[in-house]
C-alpha cells in the first residue's frame, strides 16, 4: 500500500536537474509531494488530482499519470535551497481518503 | 492559528507510563491527520479524523494507542503504557479535506525511557 519512490538519493551540483519518482501498485486519487530538512516537519509542494495533470512551482514540477499510477517531481536548475528529504504521499481515494507516504528521496545539492 | 501547533515539542517519559500529544490544526480545517516518524523513515500513517469521528483508525500499532477529537478542532494522541519501541516524532497535520493540501505540525519528540 506505500507508494515506491525512486532513486532512494541523489546528488546534484547547483544547476543541474533531477527527476524523483512516486509509483503505486493501487488506483490512485490524488498525489502529495512534501520536502523535509533535518529537524524540521514536513513541508507541502504540491497536489495533483487529475491523471495527466501537471503543476508548476517555481522551478519544481511535477505529472500526475493516472492510468499508470505514477507521478514525477522535475526540479530543475536546482538550488542549494532544495536540499532535504522528498516525499510522496497518496490517497486511494473511494472508501479511504487516509495519506499514505513513501520512504523518501533524500536529495543533496552541492555549490 | 497560522499553522498546525503540537504540544509539548518534547516528552521524555519513562517506559510504562501514560503520555497526552496535543494538536491544534489550522483554524478551518475539518480534516486532521496523526502519524509518527523514525528517523530515516518517511510519516507514518496512523488516524485520521474528517470533523469529529476517526474516519481511518487503521494505522494505530495496537490498543495502547487512541485518539479523540471530541469538538472537531483540537485532537489528543493518547498512549498507554509507553514502551521504548514508542520513541519517535509524532507529526499532526490537518487540511481542509480530501485532495486538499496536507499541513504539518513541528512535531512532538517523544522519547521512552
Known amino acids: 500500500q506505500q507508494p515506491v519512490q525512486s532513486p532512494q538519493a541523489v546528488i546534484l551540483r547547483e544547476g543541474e536537474d533531477a527527476v524523483i519518482n512516486c509509483s503505486s501498485s493501487?488506483?490512485?486519487?490524488?498525489v502529495h509531494w512534501y520536502r523535509q530538512k533535518h529537524g524540521e516537519a514536513p513541508v507541502f509542494l504540491m497536489i495533483l488530482l487529475k491523471g495527466g495533470e501537471q503543476k508548476g512551482h517555481e522551478k519544481i514540477s511535477a505529472s500526475f499519470n493516472e492510468k499508470k499510477q505514477q507521478s514525477s517531481l522535475y526540479l530543475t536548475a536546482s538550488q542549494l535551497s532544495y536540499s532535504g528529504t522528498y516525499f510522496c504521499g497518496t490517497e486511494r481515494g473511494s472508501s479511504s481518503y487516509k495519506l499514505i507516504f513513501g520512504s523518501g528521496t533524500r536529495l543533496l545539492v552541492r555549490p | 492559528g497560522a499553522g498546525v501547533s503540537q504540544t509539548p515539542s518534547n516528552k521524555v517519559t519513562e517506559k510504562g507510563k501514560y503520555v497526552e500529544l496535543r494538536c491544534d490544526p489550522i483554524s478551518g480545517h475539518t480534516a486532521l491527520y496523526w502519524y509518527r516518524q523514525s528517523l530515516g523513515q518517511g510519516p507514518e500513517f496512523l488516524i485520521y479524523?474528517?470533523?469529529?469521528?476517526?474516519?481511518?483508525d487503521s494505522g494505530l500499532p495496537n490498543d495502547r494507542f487512541f485518539a479523540v477529537r471530541p469538538e472537531g478542532s483540537v485532537s489528543t494522541l493518547k498512549i498507554q503504557r509507553t514502551e521504548r519501541g514508542d520513541s519517535a516524532v509524532y507529526l499532526c497535520a490537518s487540511s481542509r479535506g480530501q485532495g486538499e493540501g496536507v499541513f504539518f505540525g513541528q512535531g512532538t519528540r517523544l522519547t521512552v525511557v
Open positions: 493501487k488506483a490512485l486519487y490524488s
Open positions: 479524523f474528517q470533523g469529529t469521528g476517526a474516519a481511518d
